[in-house]
Each structure stands twice: as structure tokens, then as C-alpha cells.
């Protein structure tokens, strides 16, 4: 480094009073490469206002984007055995999950909260992909459970934000249990006569679209979310075929009947609102 940057260009700052400008007031659209300002961003909901590419949001930003004005109440969640399998590849599982833990501010990869909707009441679960690759083992077995029983306790719709790349690993046989039993759960709310429905964000893949993410009374995906089980080079490989355009896109699975609609960031709260107006209007009748 030069006495120029090392000396003179610090007291010129300290003479003139600047500050060093924060790395994170700008963000790069992958899909377009323009950069947006953060807060345009965020008054976006992350949603690129050039080409309209939907970023991946956290599980905290989707509860905000759903109940009305923000305002939410968390659950707090069972949790489960830390480390059953006392597994390590390269790292200790109980390493993963403390750093995990840290960055996100989270037990776990799923987050419970109540409130209300468009007026109407409702329990969201929203998976952290953030948290692990939104990994399913445990803890959001337990949490899936959990929302199940509130939904039913309070009478009310339980909606479901996915977003995770399948099973954890690190819990092995434990991880693909909570298939079956997220399966329970959904089967718990459908048997109470609620509404379950399924927000399908990108990515939502293997054991989770396997399970609980493909049973929702309506099924809502992000535009340009992928939604699959196994990877597009996998089913290649095994059909020894080349996929059409688009393929495991939301568009496409519109397009062949597997999700009811594919709807926009901006207008997901007011669909959800009028869908659960729909779908329990007999119910508040009764």
C-alpha cells in the first residue's frame, strides 16, 4: 500500500468530514444485472423494477409482506434432539446449526406467526432458505406440527411459505420422518374443514415438494420460482432426454396444470386475503 493511500488520502477524509459509504445500499439483479437502491428495492418487495425477477426473500420478510400492516404474533416452536446422529463431514452439525443460528437469528429453518389477513384470521409458516438451505430435518417437522394445532385451535386457514433444497442430510432417517409427519399435520387442518394452502417460492425442491408442498387445497408460485424434487441434470441424465425450456419453472408448471396460479409478489397479499374470504365464507355462515 502507498503513503498515498496509507497516510494522505485518510487525513484528507478526517479534513473534509466523509464517511466511508456502506456496501449495502446497492443490489445487483441477477436476472438483468442492474443495480436497484436498497430501499427501492425493499419498497419492492425485492422484486427487480426492471425486469421484475423476484428475489429470494427471508422468512421474517414474508411474515411482514402477509399479516396486515406487518403486525404478527410468533409462536415459539418445540424443539427438537440437537445432533441425534452426532454426524460431521467437514464441519460438526452442532458447528453448522450454531453458525446458522447466528447469522439468522433463528431456532431453526421454519418461522410460526398468527394474525390477520385482509381482516380474516390466519397461521403462516414461512421456511428460511436462509437457515441451512431451508433444509427440513427436526425442528421443522416439529414446527409444521405445531402450526397445524394453532391453525385448528383458532379456527383458521394455515398458510405455508416453501422455500427449501429438501431434506437435512445431517439428520439422516430422522430428516425424511418428518415427511410423513408433515403429511399428519396438513391432514390435521383439511380434517378440521380448513383451508391449507401452499405458497411456492424458489427454490422448493426434494423431500419438501415430496410432502407437505404439494397437498395444499390451492397452490400460489412466485413467477420464475423453481419447483421440482430431483435437479433438471439428474432427470436428464436418467431419461437421457433434453428438457423443454422452462422446465420446473413456475410458468410452466402453471402451464400443465400443477399450480393453480403464479402470482406476483406485490399482489400476493390481497390474493391470499380474497382466497381466504372464498374458501371460509360457508364456515363464518355456519
Given at each position: 500500500?502507498?503513503?498515498?493511500?496509507?497516510?494522505?488520502?485518510?487525513?484528507?477524509?478526517?479534513?473534509?468530514?466523509?464517511?466511508?459509504?456502506?456496501?449495502?445500499?446497492?443490489?445487483?439483479?441477477?436476472?438483468c444485472q442492474q443495480m436497484i437502491f436498497?430501499?427501492?428495492?425493499?419498497?419492492?418487495?425485492?422484486v427487480c423494477p426492471h425486469c421484475g425477477h423476484h428475489m429470494r426473500a427471508t422468512a421474517t420478510e414474508r411474515l411482514a409482506w402477509t399479516f396486515d400492516e406487518g403486525?404478527?404474533?410468533?409462536?415459539?416452536?418445540?424443539?427438537?434432539?440437537?445432533?441425534?446422529?452426532?454426524?460431521?463431514?467437514?464441519?460438526?452439525?452442532?458447528?453448522?446449526?450454531?453458525?446458522?443460528?447466528?447469522?439468522t437469528k433463528q431456532d431453526d429453518g421454519l418461522l410460526v406467526a398468527h394474525g390477520t389477513i385482509g381482516g380474516h384470521r390466519a397461521v403462516v409458516a414461512s421456511m428460511s432458505f436462509e437457515f441451512m438451505g431451508g433444509s427440513m430435518g427436526a425442528g421443522v417437522g416439529e414446527g409444521l406440527v405445531a402450526a397445524a394445532k394453532l391453525a385448528v385451535l383458532q379456527a383458521a386457514p394455515l398458510i405455508v411459505y416453501t422455500a427449501s433444497g429438501g431434506a437435512r442430510m445431517q439428520e439422516g432417517a430422522i430428516s425424511l420422518m418428518q415427511m410423513p409427519r408433515s403429511i399428519i399435520a396438513v391432514q390435521m387442518v383439511k380434517e378440521a374443514g380448513l383451508p391449507y394452502i401452499v405458497v411456492l417460492t424458489d427454490p422448493t425442491t426434494g423431500g419438501v415438494s415430496a410432502s407437505f408442498a404439494m397437498l395444499g387445497d390451492i397452490h400460489i408460485a412466485e413467477p420464475g420460482a423453481l419447483i421440482a424434487f430431483a435437479g433438471a441434470r439428474v432427470i436428464e441424465?436418467?431419461?437421457r432426454e433434453k428438457l423443454p425450456p422452462g422446465f420446473q419453472r413456475a410458468e410452466y408448471l402453471f402451464e400443465h396444470g400443477i399450480v393453480d396460479m403464479v402470482v406476483k409478489r406485490g399482489d400476493l397479499t390481497a390474493t391470499l386475503a380474497r382466497l381466504i374470504a372464498l374458501t371460509t365464507a360457508n364456515k363464518r355462515a355456519a
Open positions: 500500500m502507498s503513503w498515498l493511500t496509507e497516510f494522505v488520502r485518510p487525513k484528507i477524509r478526517t479534513l473534509l468530514g466523509r464517511k466511508e459509504a456502506p456496501d449495502n445500499l446497492w443490489h445487483q439483479c441477477k436476472q436498497h430501499r427501492e428495492l425493499d419498497a419492492a418487495k425485492k403486525a404478527y404474533t410468533r409462536i415459539d416452536l418445540p424443539k427438537g434432539v440437537v445432533d441425534p446422529l452426532k454426524f460431521r463431514d467437514d464441519k460438526k452439525y452442532t458447528d453448522r446449526l450454531r453458525d446458522a443460528r447466528e447469522k441424465d436418467t431419461l
